[in-house]
């Protein structure tokens, strides 16, 4: 996810640009330094060596050259980048356009400010043009260039460049929000942003629900945010009944379903009508089941109340409940209408469950690029204390990861299975602790011995777990524990096993995984005993 701050010279981009970086948890690009690189010399000397096309061939091969990435980057453009058509619609397809508009007297003083510090700036040669000319050019040349953003903010002479950032930051966190659609044949929107919750309502009636909505909650979330979802609802010509699961994993037990089946059917839910789930992953699960089975399915939406729920439980469509034999054993394919991640709800959460969210925003880095591994490590100190801002990126980050991986494998029958990075052994550490330790911080074990497992096979270095190691510790998650014979024995018993063969999802490095099976005891022995010992 790209943004590119565009806009006349002198305006303040190169000031402005880091400061929304640092706001986002995102990293910066300057274009005019990477053209320097690209050209072996300084842009000066291109300009007056080589001209000005040549210049904007530069600038236009490294727009050219960015890669598309869930990881958020801050590009600082210089005043031309927008000039091409070609620049523009390349910015669009990696992210957002973001202008900054000045008077002509702004874009003057900052111009002046600029030659001010360059040697020889007062020398009045052939090339020479003043400020004012420079600025009243600019603005007049390249009005329809710049007039072409997704968003334009006013940056006049009184404010400041952290006015300035703060006003762009809380504009992408508060107003656009991000969306992400998932699926091919009939995809659904992921919406990001603060302040869902209370335009749930409106969203629905636009996707086409309407009559009687079954909001479907567990206690705490429902004191917490029901009423606000039955405002939204009614607002917009809904008629919610509510309705309660128990808390964690105790709804995802046929019980609980059975109960929630019986309590739809009293509510007078029919096929017309809609289910809204609001709490965490395991109401999503539960819920979306109930839905994909009460009267042969019907419609539903998530509102994930957690960040494990926002960033994993509430994408993709898979719904499960556990039996005895083990974990989310029984479960459909059921894709929701929508999601609605309202980052501003993560702030009520308690640092143990934001945490546990965290384990399935690592794993998500780990399956993109360096670029978004960067990014979290940039941005977990934020999160943990809050900041919204490096919260709702994290979170649009694992969005963007999960939804490709689902839009090309919807029912799990080849690349979708790279989600189950951590989650081989981490299911069953999770079921044999009674559900005691979060599903984030099982996962957070499994994900580190599937990278000693890596590691042990001579599949990737042991620089790999070293970085998986660090960046869950950081996260104050568990990254050593030891693993009993029931958890051996429950792994046999995986949803994902063939044939009685247990299969791993093993990183080879960032980005790159392989599906291994049939590894003998010995070597499961070895990684057992790395994710016992001492932290690497």
Do not use: C
């Not at 700036?121 to 090339?127: E, F, H, I, V």
Request: no cysteine.
């Amino acid at each position: 996810m790209h943004l590119f701050v565009v806009g006349p010279p002198g305006i303040g981009k190169t000031t402005i640009a880091p400061l929304l970086a640092a706001k986002l948890g995102a990293s910066v690009i300057e274009t005019d330094r990477a053209i320097a690189r690209r050209a072996r010399k300084s842009n000066k000397d291109v300009i007056e060596q080589d001209g000005m096309d040549r210049f904007h061939d530069l600038e236009s091969r490294v727009i050219a050259a960015l890669r598309p990435t869930p990881a958020w980057i801050v590009v600082d453009t210089g005043g031309g980048a927008p000039i091409r058509e070609e620049n523009r619609t390349r910015m669009r397809e990696l992210g957002l356009i973001i202008g900054l508009r000045g008077s002509v007297e702004r874009v003057t003083a900052g111009i002046a400010a600029t030659m001010a510090k360059r040697p020889n700036a007062d020398a009045k040669g052939p090339l020479y043009v003043a400020p004012g000319d420079r600025a009243r050019a600019a603005l007049r040349e390249r009005k329809a260039a710049y007039a072409d953003a997704d968003v334009t903010f006013d940056v006049d002479r009184d404010a400041t460049a952290e006015e300035s950032a703060q006003a762009i930051a809380a504009w992408l966190v508060a107003a656009r929000g991000i969306r992400v659609d998932v699926g091919a044949e009939r995809p659904y929107p992921v919406l990001v942003r603060a302040g869902l919750l209370d335009q749930v309502g409106t969203h629905l009636g636009d996707l086409g629900w309407s009559g009687r909505v079954a909001i479907v909650s567990e206690a705490a979330a429902a004191a917490r945010y029901e009423a606000r979802l039955v405002r939204s609802l009614e607002r917009a010509g809904f008629d919610p009944v509510t309705l309660r699961v128990p808390s964690g994993e105790r709804a995802k037990s046929v019980r609980a379903v059975a109960k929630l089946w019986a309590d739809l059917a009293e509510a007078g839910l029919g096929r017309d009508g809609g289910i809204v789930a609001l709490g965490g992953g395991a109401v999503g699960d539960a819920t979306g089941f109930a839905a994909a089975t009460y009267l042969r399915g019907v419609r539903v939406a998530q509102v994930p109340t957690t960040l494990l729920g926002m960033v994993d439980a509430a994408i993709g469509g898979k719904t499960a409940i556990d039996i005895p034999a083990g974990k989310n054993l029984v479960g459909a394919f059921h894709a929701p209408d929508a999601v609605f991640a309202d980052t501003a709800v993560l702030a009520t959460l308690p640092q143990r469950q934001l945490s546990s969210g965290l384990a399935e925003v690592v794993k998500s880095a780990f399956l993109a690029d360096r670029d978004a591994v960067a990014h979290v490590d940039r941005s977990l100190d934020a999160v943990l204390r809050g900041e919204i801002g490096p919260q709702l990126s994290i979170v649009a980050l694992a969005v963007q990861v999960k939804a490709g991986i689902v839009t090309l494998d919807p029912l799990e029958t080849g690349l979708r299975e790279l989600l189950n990075f951590g989650h081989t052994l981490g299911h069953a550490y999770e079921a044999v602790s009674g559900y005691s330790v979060t599903h984030g911080e099982a996962v957070a074990i499994g994900l580190v011995y599937a990278s000693a497992l890596s590691e042990t096979l001579g599949l990737a270095p042991r620089s790999l777990r070293v970085d998986v190691e660090r960046l869950l510790a950081r996260a104050r998650l568990p990254i050593r524990a030891r693993l009993t014979r029931e958890v051996w024995t429950y792994l046999q018993r995986d949803k994902k096993a063939r044939a009685g063969k247990v299969r791993w999802i093993l990183p080879r490095r960032i980005g790159l995984f392989s599906e291994v099976t049939d590894i003998d005891d010995s070597t499961l022995r070895e990684a057992a005993r790395l994710l016992q010992g001492r932290a690497a």
